[in-house]
């Protein structure tokens, strides 16, 4: 990694006519970006910094490189290695290039996919479609054949494709449901799951291997016109997702019949064309689209950011529509279409938005339920697996351990979870759902990465399955909780733009009481177990070692209290937040007993509000500074601006309401 120190005093800088900053090694950084990028609008973006004395920006830019999060490699457009650019995608593709040869011996004839959304950001002269461009133009600069889409497609799309083509490998350039400002570059592996380690660390040395562009024919868009060993995947790739999306369809006569009116909004993203599809294999009348938001738009001009998850606040015009139309279901996907939100309107009750946790509540449900009445045998259900983040509800476990298939957990991000079903599907297994609590589900085994356009039509069914036997979705909820048991989840987060501030929190945290020493009690309540994933430590087992893999790149620490509650706090990888995760999981039993036997849920939202302030307390000074809520060292805030009664902090769940499962004959009100 480039490393740079501070600068003195600007002076002439030599051949590219800007200014010398000074300093040697960042003198030299600007000389490597001004020799190697060719993008006129970067170019220019560095050289006013030099001409203006911006030496903070041009090492923050300069001095250090991405690295692969949860969902690859992502960060801001615009100038800079540790952006994403021309010349920062270039390298990644060179990279990507020398270690699939290294890889797999017939890759010169297996080729890549390569996919993009509709993200652009014009002070840069990039686009996500450009990126792909010249994604494909260096393979094919190294004769390596390149399945490049002509338009925009899902996420979801590309790791499909890579495994209907038989590609060695997959490229989606997208930044999903982050800020307009970002973009990414997503990598998948030939068996369609999302690279992990050490495929991640070993394609970061090969772009550090080679930085500077191997030559002009990396830069050159019309290759992928002229070159014959550039394809278009689209029709092919489309016809067959859909075709065999059709295999989660199982209750085809009831959709077609189906009064239910459904409105879509695809956040101004990739989704509309393909849910509307979706639909039409599922054989519902098309959903309702949001006029404002079905068109592709850089900037996501309707709304304040891009991310369904955040709930009703970016679910408005979706709202105005459905009360329009008189609609009950809302469907929202992410820009990327491969994250699902949905809201369903309750008679006397308003607009009931699901959170993560909830719809895998409704979606493990839909999913057993319906795999189970096409394989009555128990003994079947020895090869049936779900899979959840750690950080996610553990209904799943609960249904699970009550209906006897089997149940996993990954570490956080969706590369854990395909990786994962890659493995248990070479072994004979089956996993019918998978899904992450921020609004990432897989119903079925299509693809090993979430999917919003397949999620949406499998969430249309349910509610029209439901609908005929006079539930809602939010009904159904209720039962499915009053025979597993309450599970009663939050998560909220602060915003850290200041990675040496989150080091001193976590820091703060392992180190409370002493040296190696965690916080003991949370909200006046016994901590009994300890893990922390970014150590290896977990005081639960015997040998102390955490049975999830070690991730020293980021923070997770997750506590078990004596109460039940279980707690994770953990650093974002694909934003610059704080994230924190609370859930209590109370016993089965039936609606009566559960009176009686469980916590209400008025004290489970207590318990889990108190946890998230005392982890609030943990991680913050004393100065009057932290009291105003700027997290010790400064550089993370919350969001204040909530409506009273919630918790600051931003995206936050709200307590669920009592549980129950299988379809049951009568209804429960809301």
Known sequence: MLQCQLGRPLSAMGDHGATSTGDPQLDEAVRRWLSWDKNRWTRAQVESMVATGRLNDLRTRLCSRMSFGTAGLRAP?????????????????????????????????????????TRGQEDSGCSSQRLATLTAAVMLSRDVPVHLFSTFVPTPFVPYAVKKLGAAAGVMITASHNPKEDNGYKVYWCNGAQISSPHDQEILQSIEEQLEPWSASCWEEELVESCSLRTDPLTQINSCYMDELTSLCFHRDLNSSCPLKFVHSSFHGVGHVFVQQAFYAFGFAPPIPVPEQKDPDPNFSSVRCPNPEEGESVLELSLLLAERENARIILATDPDADRLAVAEKSDGCGWKVFTGNELAALLGWWMFFNWKEAHPDPADTQKVYMLATTVSSKILQTFARIEGFHFEETLPGFKWIGNRIHKLSEMGNNVIFA???????????????????????????MAAYLH?????????LLNIYQTYGHHVSQTSYVVCDDPPTIQTIFCRIRNFDGKASYPKTCGGVRIVHVRDVTTGYDSSRPDRRSVLPVT?????????LQNGVVATLRTSGTEPKIKCYTEYCAAPGTRSAAVHRAPSPEYCWFQTTTLKYTFSFWSRGSDSSSQRGVLSGGGATE???????????AREEQPDSPLCLAPPPRAVSC
């Open 552 to 560: 020293r790149s980021s923070h997770m620490i997750t506590f078990t």
């Open 77 to 117: 457009m615009g100038a800079g290695f540790n952006r994403i650019n021309d010349l920062t995608v270039i390298q990644s593709t060179q990279g990507l290039h020398s270690y699939l040869c290294r890889c797999f011996a017939d890759f010169s004839s297996r080729g890549v996919v390569v996919g993009f959304d």
């Open 639 to 649: 969001d204040h601006s909530r409506p009273a009664g919630r918790v600051p902090g």
């Open 468 to 476: 005929n036997k006079n539930l809602s979705l939010n009904q159904q």
């Open 435 to 461: 899904f992450e609590e921020s609004i990432g589900f897989l119903c079925g085994g299509l693809v090993p990465e979430k999917d919003g356009v397949s999620s949406a039509v499998v969430v249309a069914e």
